[in-house]
C-alpha cells in the first residue's frame, strides 16, 4: 500500500511540475511575442516620425511655401514658425508622429532625442519664415542632420540594434 501512495504522488508530482513548466514556457513566449508586437510599434512610429519630419523640412524648403515666425513666449532668441493652409497639414502631421513617438517609445534618451530632432525642424522653418531657401545658415541644417542621426541611434538603442556609424 505504501508503494502505490508513494507512486500515486510521485505521478502527482510530475504532472504539476509538467504543468509548471508548460505554463511557464507559454508565459515566456507570450512575453516575447508581447515585446515583438511593441518593438514594431515603436519601429513603425518611429518610421512615421522620421518621415513627417522630412516632409515638413521639404515643405519649409519649398519655394511657394508661406511661413511666417514670431518669438517664442517662453523662450527667448527663439521663433516659432507658422504655415499657411497649405503647409499646416505638414505641421501636424509633424506634430502628431512627435505625441505617437513620445506615447512609444521606452528610453527617456529617444524622447529627448526627438525633441531636439523637431526643435531643429522647426528652427530651418522659423529660418526660412525671413529668408529663401537658398539663404537658410547651413550650420542650421547640420544640427538638423546630427539630430535626426542621434534619434535613429537612440531608436536603433531601444530596439536592441547597434549605433550607426557617424556619416562624414
Known sequence: MTASVITGLVALVGVALGGWLSLRNQDRISEREHQ???????LSVCNEFLAAN?????YALDPGASITAIPHPREPGRLMPFFNETGRPYKEALEASFTAMRLVTHLPETVRAGVAFVNCAREVAAARATLCEADIPSDAFARLWSAE???INAVRA??????????P
Open 36 to 42: 515583438r508586437q511593441w518593438r514594431d510599434i515603436r
Open 54 to 58: 522630412r516632409r515638413y523640412v521639404a
Open 149 to 151: 542621426q542621434e534619434f
Open 158 to 167: 531601444e530596439l536592441g540594434l547597434t549605433a550607426m556609424p557617424r556619416q
